[in-house]
Protein backbone atom coordinates (compact mmCIF):
# COMPACT_ATOMS: atom_id res chain seq x y z
CA UNK A 1 0.00 0.00 0.00
CA UNK A 2 1.43 3.41 -0.70
CA UNK A 3 1.68 5.57 2.10
CA UNK A 4 1.99 9.61 2.30
CA UNK A 5 2.53 10.77 5.13
CA UNK A 6 2.65 14.83 6.03
CA UNK A 7 4.31 15.59 8.94
CA UNK A 8 2.13 17.64 10.83
CA UNK A 9 -1.99 16.99 11.26
CA UNK A 10 -2.51 20.06 12.89
CA UNK A 11 -0.16 23.27 12.99
CA UNK A 12 0.13 26.87 14.35
CA UNK A 13 1.48 29.55 13.21
CA UNK A 14 1.77 32.93 14.03
CA UNK A 15 2.03 35.67 11.25
CA UNK A 16 5.24 36.32 9.38
CA UNK A 17 6.71 33.49 10.67
CA UNK A 18 8.73 31.05 8.01
CA UNK A 19 6.93 27.52 8.13
CA UNK A 20 7.65 24.17 6.57
CA UNK A 21 5.25 21.42 5.67
CA UNK A 22 7.00 18.09 4.81
CA UNK A 23 5.84 15.37 3.00
CA UNK A 24 7.15 11.97 2.53
CA UNK A 25 5.67 9.02 0.61
CA UNK A 26 7.40 5.29 0.36
CA UNK A 27 6.51 3.99 -3.57
CA UNK A 28 9.26 5.39 -5.07
CA UNK A 29 6.53 7.55 -7.14
CA UNK A 30 8.24 10.33 -9.47
CA UNK A 31 5.21 13.15 -8.83
CA UNK A 32 4.65 14.74 -6.29
CA UNK A 33 1.80 17.83 -5.58
CA UNK A 34 1.02 20.69 -2.79
CA UNK A 35 -2.98 21.53 -2.85
CA UNK A 36 -4.59 23.59 -0.43
CA UNK A 37 -7.96 22.54 0.56
CA UNK A 38 -11.19 25.54 1.20
CA UNK A 39 -14.55 25.13 1.69
CA UNK A 40 -16.48 25.81 -1.48
CA UNK A 41 -13.25 26.18 -3.68
CA UNK A 42 -11.96 22.76 -3.79
CA UNK A 43 -8.56 20.96 -4.06
CA UNK A 44 -6.31 24.15 -5.45
CA UNK A 45 -2.79 22.68 -6.81
CA UNK A 46 0.11 25.26 -5.12
CA UNK A 47 3.46 23.45 -6.70
CA UNK A 48 4.07 20.30 -8.56
CA UNK A 49 7.17 18.06 -9.31
CA UNK A 50 8.11 15.32 -11.53
CA UNK A 51 11.69 14.71 -10.25
CA UNK A 52 14.09 15.85 -7.97
CA UNK A 53 15.06 19.10 -7.69
CA UNK A 54 11.85 19.84 -10.44
CA UNK A 55 9.14 22.04 -9.60
CA UNK A 56 6.38 23.65 -11.75
CA UNK A 57 3.84 26.55 -10.61
CA UNK A 58 0.49 25.67 -9.62
CA UNK A 59 -2.39 27.61 -9.90
CA UNK A 60 -1.86 29.49 -6.74
CA UNK A 61 1.96 29.55 -5.81
CA UNK A 62 1.72 33.07 -4.51
CA UNK A 63 3.44 33.16 -1.12
CA UNK A 64 4.92 29.71 -1.24
CA UNK A 65 8.02 27.63 -2.36
CA UNK A 66 8.62 24.25 -2.85
CA UNK A 67 11.80 21.93 -2.18
CA UNK A 68 12.40 18.59 -3.50
CA UNK A 69 15.97 17.20 -2.64
CA UNK A 70 15.10 14.01 -2.63
CA UNK A 71 12.48 11.56 -4.77
CA UNK A 72 10.34 10.27 -1.40
CA UNK A 73 10.53 14.52 0.11
CA UNK A 74 8.48 17.00 -0.98
CA UNK A 75 8.22 20.06 1.13
CA UNK A 76 5.81 22.90 0.79
CA UNK A 77 7.29 26.49 2.37
CA UNK A 78 5.22 29.12 3.23
CA UNK A 79 8.15 32.40 3.20
CA UNK A 80 6.25 34.84 5.38
CA UNK A 81 2.76 33.09 6.86
CA UNK A 82 -0.33 35.37 6.06
CA UNK A 83 -3.42 34.41 7.68
CA UNK A 84 -5.17 34.24 4.52
CA UNK A 85 -2.78 31.00 4.19
CA UNK A 86 -4.92 29.65 6.84
CA UNK A 87 -5.93 26.30 5.18
CA UNK A 88 -5.85 22.68 4.90
CA UNK A 89 -2.81 21.48 3.09
CA UNK A 90 -2.99 18.31 1.22
CA UNK A 91 0.04 16.41 -0.14
CA UNK A 92 0.05 13.65 -2.80
CA UNK A 93 1.99 11.53 -5.09
CA UNK A 94 1.54 9.18 -8.25
CA UNK A 95 3.82 7.00 -10.41
CA UNK A 96 5.70 8.46 -13.58
CA UNK A 97 4.41 11.38 -16.02
CA UNK A 98 1.63 10.13 -18.73
CA UNK A 99 0.62 6.88 -16.70
CA UNK A 100 -2.67 8.25 -16.09
CA UNK A 101 -2.39 6.70 -12.64
CA UNK A 102 -4.34 8.25 -9.38
CA UNK A 103 -2.80 10.15 -7.03
CA UNK A 104 -2.43 9.09 -3.33
CA UNK A 105 -2.58 11.60 -0.78
CA UNK A 106 -1.25 11.99 2.78
CA UNK A 107 -3.93 12.49 5.87
CA UNK A 108 -3.80 16.46 5.47
CA UNK A 109 -1.81 19.35 7.60
CA UNK A 110 -4.29 21.97 9.22
CA UNK A 111 -2.51 24.87 9.55
CA UNK A 112 -3.87 28.09 11.24
CA UNK A 113 -2.08 31.37 11.06
CA UNK A 114 -2.68 33.82 14.05
CA UNK B 1 -6.93 25.24 -17.92
CA UNK B 2 -9.24 22.66 -17.83
CA UNK B 3 -12.07 23.16 -15.42
CA UNK B 4 -14.47 20.75 -13.59
CA UNK B 5 -17.68 21.46 -12.15
CA UNK B 6 -19.58 19.63 -9.45
CA UNK B 7 -22.95 21.40 -9.32
CA UNK B 8 -24.21 20.06 -6.22
CA UNK B 9 -22.12 21.15 -3.13
CA UNK B 10 -24.37 18.91 -1.04
CA UNK B 11 -26.56 15.99 -1.29
CA UNK B 12 -28.36 13.51 0.84
CA UNK B 13 -29.40 9.95 0.48
CA UNK B 14 -31.69 7.44 2.29
CA UNK B 15 -29.42 4.27 3.69
CA UNK B 16 -30.31 1.71 0.97
CA UNK B 17 -30.99 3.77 -1.80
CA UNK B 18 -29.63 5.26 -4.76
CA UNK B 19 -27.80 8.30 -5.15
CA UNK B 20 -26.02 10.15 -8.25
CA UNK B 21 -23.69 12.37 -8.17
CA UNK B 22 -23.33 14.92 -11.01
CA UNK B 23 -19.73 16.15 -12.67
CA UNK B 24 -18.81 18.03 -15.96
CA UNK B 25 -16.26 19.12 -17.03
CA UNK B 26 -14.54 21.11 -20.12
CA UNK B 27 -11.60 19.43 -22.14
CA UNK B 28 -10.24 20.11 -25.95
CA UNK B 29 -7.94 17.22 -25.35
CA UNK B 30 -8.99 13.52 -26.93
CA UNK B 31 -6.96 11.31 -24.25
CA UNK B 32 -7.19 11.69 -20.80
CA UNK B 33 -8.51 10.03 -17.42
CA UNK B 34 -11.49 10.99 -15.08
CA UNK B 35 -11.72 9.86 -11.18
CA UNK B 36 -14.04 10.15 -8.72
CA UNK B 37 -12.48 10.77 -4.90
CA UNK B 38 -14.07 10.26 -1.44
CA UNK B 39 -12.53 12.48 1.76
CA UNK B 40 -14.44 11.05 5.21
CA UNK B 41 -14.48 13.31 7.95
CA UNK B 42 -11.02 14.02 9.10
CA UNK B 43 -9.54 10.70 6.94
CA UNK B 44 -7.34 10.50 4.11
CA UNK B 45 -8.50 10.83 0.41
CA UNK B 46 -8.99 7.71 -1.43
CA UNK B 47 -9.69 6.87 -4.78
CA UNK B 48 -13.45 5.49 -5.68
CA UNK B 49 -13.07 4.71 -9.50
CA UNK B 50 -11.60 5.72 -12.48
CA UNK B 51 -12.85 6.15 -16.37
CA UNK B 52 -10.05 6.21 -19.14
CA UNK B 53 -11.51 8.27 -21.56
CA UNK B 54 -11.03 5.99 -24.63
CA UNK B 55 -13.13 3.25 -22.85
CA UNK B 56 -16.69 3.81 -23.99
CA UNK B 57 -17.94 0.98 -21.47
CA UNK B 58 -18.52 3.23 -18.09
CA UNK B 59 -16.13 1.46 -15.15
CA UNK B 60 -18.05 -0.14 -11.99
CA UNK B 61 -16.15 -0.75 -8.62
CA UNK B 62 -18.71 -2.81 -6.48
CA UNK B 63 -21.66 -0.19 -5.16
CA UNK B 64 -19.79 2.14 -7.26
CA UNK B 65 -20.37 3.23 -10.91
CA UNK B 66 -20.14 6.09 -12.76
CA UNK B 67 -21.80 7.22 -16.15
CA UNK B 68 -19.45 8.66 -18.70
CA UNK B 69 -20.95 10.86 -22.01
CA UNK B 70 -17.75 11.54 -23.51
CA UNK B 71 -19.55 14.07 -26.56
CA UNK B 72 -21.30 15.99 -23.02
CA UNK B 73 -17.97 15.53 -21.16
CA UNK B 74 -20.34 14.67 -18.30
CA UNK B 75 -18.76 12.00 -15.87
CA UNK B 76 -21.58 11.25 -13.16
CA UNK B 77 -21.25 8.88 -10.19
CA UNK B 78 -24.01 6.24 -8.69
CA UNK B 79 -23.77 4.85 -5.56
CA UNK B 80 -26.33 2.07 -4.85
CA UNK B 81 -27.53 0.52 -1.85
CA UNK B 82 -26.14 3.61 0.20
CA UNK B 83 -24.30 2.84 3.33
CA UNK B 84 -23.18 4.36 6.47
CA UNK B 85 -19.60 4.32 5.69
CA UNK B 86 -20.38 6.20 2.03
CA UNK B 87 -20.69 9.86 3.81
CA UNK B 88 -17.94 11.60 2.69
CA UNK B 89 -16.84 14.62 0.39
CA UNK B 90 -16.76 13.45 -2.92
CA UNK B 91 -14.29 15.04 -5.58
CA UNK B 92 -14.29 14.36 -9.29
CA UNK B 93 -11.08 14.92 -11.17
CA UNK B 94 -10.11 15.56 -14.33
CA UNK B 95 -6.77 14.04 -15.74
CA UNK B 96 -4.81 15.37 -18.79
CA UNK B 97 -1.81 16.58 -19.85
CA UNK B 98 0.31 16.67 -16.73
CA UNK B 99 -2.26 18.06 -14.35
CA UNK B 100 -4.66 17.02 -12.15
CA UNK B 101 -8.08 19.49 -11.52
CA UNK B 102 -10.41 18.74 -8.83
CA UNK B 103 -14.10 19.95 -8.79
CA UNK B 104 -15.02 21.91 -5.51
CA UNK B 105 -16.80 18.63 -4.00
CA UNK B 106 -20.03 17.29 -3.20
CA UNK B 107 -20.56 16.12 0.66
CA UNK B 108 -23.02 13.50 1.14
CA UNK B 109 -25.28 13.03 4.02
CA UNK B 110 -26.54 8.94 4.78
CA UNK B 111 -29.31 9.22 6.54
CA UNK B 112 -30.00 6.07 8.39
Known amino acids: DVKVTQSSRY ?5 GEKVFLECVQD ?8 YRQDPGLGLRLIYFSYDVKMK ?4 IPEGY ?20 QTSMYLCASSPSQGAHQPQHFGDGTRLSIL | AQTVTQSQPEMSVQEAETVTLSCTYDTSESD ?9 PS ?13 QQNA ?16 SLKISDSQLGDAAMYFCAYHGGNQFYFGTGTSLTVIP
Open chain 1, 11 to 15: LVKRT
Open chain 1, 27 to 34: MDHENMFW
Open chain 1, 56 to 59: EKGD
Open chain 1, 65 to 84: SVSREKKERFSLILESASTN
Open chain 2, 32 to 40: YYLFWYKQP
Open chain 2, 43 to 55: RQMILVIRQEAYK
Open chain 2, 60 to 75: TENRFSVNFQKAAKSF
